[in-house]
Structures are given as structure tokens and as C-alpha cells.
């Protein structure tokens, strides 16, 4: 058991660096580890097809659980969290079908309109509106359209977009993190221990909520003087994209409303209708495809595959950490250091959490985690809910930290460096730092007082 729980803690910490380094796509290198995990730790060390097969889940996915769960357990935290996969993928497939018929440019000329335009409103109300997408849909997706009408915006008001394009970033890592299906830490954190988008909304969702008046409140602070005109240059409101022109396909448009507003139903509701994240997921993705018949292929080559690659070879070492009990030693660890002090218990999680997803993406460190607190739990005889809490607001808001805590980060940077407004590290955890500070000091708080 040894030699295999080396190996497998070496080919873990070789993916972490790896991903870090970011010289070799990421679902290489997650897909890579994963392979050398089932054949070097589970079979040639080990010579257990029992863990090959519970690391692979995929008997899991032919069982009525899966789809349909009238309690309240989760899916297996050991090996691939098929639920995790399939939840996205659909997901996906229904924001591009929104994206496609102008629905977020539509959504984002709509409130510059309401206010305006305004530079200060828009601040307020791009940051609000970042938080609010998030809550539903991949921050990536969110961030990826904000930035670019953001952007737009800019230069026709003349003013900074840098400012607003830090504050979506940070306001969709927040709002993602109220809900279940915000982020997809959450969608593993949920999954994994069978939480609802309910439990979330009403533990996470609060922290969130407080947080985001105060985060509003800081951004204004810091970045009021960079949101004003250019001096001399005159803004002209008439000439203004109006919301009507961005809807691409009023048909389209409509139905992609529909569905949106269904899979927000579902996915509220589902903890008393007993329908799955899985099952959801894959309605949603049928409807839409059924829906949009003549782009289907589109959507489908649209459809961030190698995202979902990522998760399966990721689940697959971390089921190695799992099967060789290293998962249960390092909860034991955390035990042994808070000497069974719940208090010192939360915050050793929360703040471990944030600063570990501030320097590596927060996702495998969520999936790690996940079963560290359920044995943690278990051994410690302390409600697993408090931990559940105190991993997810860690993960999420500790990513917010740095341009590479979350996929989120990467891709609004990536987006404005394209655009000519490069945000280096030192300009970015400027603003974000303090901003992450505030919202793990408020979380820590919160959770002392409600739950400790």
C-alpha cells in the first residue's frame, strides 16, 4: 500500500505543477495522470480491479439514482462524479443556443440603456448583473460576453474598461459561488454530498449576498476616479447599439427565454421533485438541440469539450488519492492540528481553500477536498454541512484572488488583453486581493456565528 500511495500522490503533484506551468493543455495532462493512475497505482501496484472499476463510476450512470433520487444522498465521491459531467455539458449546450440568439448582448444593452449609460450606474449595475448570471450559468460564459460588450461600451463612453472588467470577474466568482450550479466547484461540492441548490442558496447564498453589497461598495471606492470621461472627448448617447439590435433571432430568442427559465425552475425545484442534476442537465441539452434543430451540429462543435475532458482525467486521480487512504490520512492531519476545535476546524478549511485556489485552479482542489471533509467529518463526529460551507466559499472566492485562481480570471484577462488592455498581476491582485480578503473574513464570521 505504500509504494502505491507514493505513486499516487506523486502523479498528483506532477498534474498540479503541470496545470500550474500551463505549458501542456490542461486535459492532457489531467487525461495523462489519470491514465498512469488506473494503470500504475490500481494495476500494476495494487492489482485491485474492485478500485479500477469504482474509479470509473461508469456502472453508475445505468442506475435509477442517478437520474432520479427520492432522498437526499449524493452521487460517490470516489472516482469520476459523472453527474458533475453531464450537468455541464448540458448547461453548455444551452448557453451557446442563449449566445446564439443575442440573448447576454441583449441583457447587457438593456441595463446599460436603463441607466443611461452612465459610467457609475453601469459600474453598479454590470457588477450586479455579473453576480446575478453567475448564479445559473458558467462564470466562464458570463465573463466571456460581459467583457466583450463591456469593452464595446468603453470605447464609445470613453472611459476605462479595466476597472469594470476586474469587478465582473470578481462579482461572477461571487455570485457563483451562491448557488449549486454557480460554479463548478460547487457543482462538485454539491454532487459529490448530495446538497441541493437550496442548501446552497440559503448557506452560501447568504454569505454571497452580504458579501456582494460590501464588494460593491469597496470597487466604487477604489475604482471611482478611473470610471470618468476622458477629458475633451465628448460622448454621444444617440449612437448607441440600442437592445433591440442585438437580438439576432427574435424566434430564437424567445424559446432560448424559455428554456433558460425552465432549467432555473428545475434546478430550484429539484431537491422536491427528485429529478437529478444528470437528468436535468441532459433535458435541457435535448430541448435546446431539439429546439435549434438547424444549428444543432453547431452547438454540439461549440461545446467546451476539452473542459469536460479535464474533469473526467482529474476525477480519475483524485479517486487514487481516495483508494490509497491518503484522502483520509490528510483529514486526519486537519483533525489532529485543530485538536477537534470546530472553530479552528472552519477556519483551517476556509482559509487553506482560499489561498491554495488563489495559486492553483480552484477546481481539483475542490474535488480534492470533497472527500477530506467527508472523512473529516465522520472521524470528528462534526456536522459535515459547516465544512461543506466553509470548502465551497473558500474555493470559489480564494480563486478570485489571482489571474489564474479560476477559469473565470483567465478568460476575462484573455479576453481584454486581446482588445489592447493588457491587466498584469500586480494591477490585477490589487484590486482583487483585498476584495478576497473581505469576502473570507465575512464568510468566516458568518459561519462562526450561525453554525458554530
Known sequence: MIAAQILAVTIFIVMFVLIVLDKIERHYVTLGCGFLTIVGVFGVIMRDTHAIMETLSLRSIFTLSFWYASGSEGESTAGINWATIIFIAGMMIMVEG?????????????????????????????????????????SITVILFLVAVTIELAKLLKFNPIPMILSEIFCANLGGSATMCGDPPNIIIG????????????????????????????????????????????????????????ILDKREFAISSVIFACAVILLVTHEYTGLTVAFIGTSIAIVTLLTSWKYALELLKKVDYKTLLFFIGLFMVVGGLEQTNILEMIAGFIGKVSGDNLYIMVAIILWISAVASALVDNIPFAATMVPVIKSLSAAQGVDLSVLTWALSMGTDIGGSATPIGASANVVGTSVAAKNGYVIGWGKYCKAAVPATLIVITVSMLFIFVRYC
Open 98 to 138: 442563449m449566445a446564439k440568439a443575442g440573448f447576454f448582448r441583449w441583457l447587457c444593452m438593456l441595463l446599460a440603456k436603463l441607466v443611461n449609460y452612465k459610467p457609475v450606474p453601469l459600474f453598479i449595475a454590470f457588477m450586479i448583473m455579473s453576480a446575478g448570471l453567475a448564479m445559473f450559468i458558467d
Open 191 to 246: 454532487t459529490s454530498l448530495g446538497y441541493s441548490f437550496g442548501d446552497f442558496i440559503t448557506n452560501t447564498g447568504v454569505m454571497a449576498g452580504i458579501s456582494l453589497i460590501l464588494i460593491v461598495f469597496y470597487f466604487l471606492l477604489v475604482f471611482h476616479k478611473d470610471l470618468k470621461p476622458k477629458e475633451g472627448e465628448k460622448v454621444d448617447i444617440s449612437t448607441m447599439p440600442t437592445p433591440r439590435e442585438a
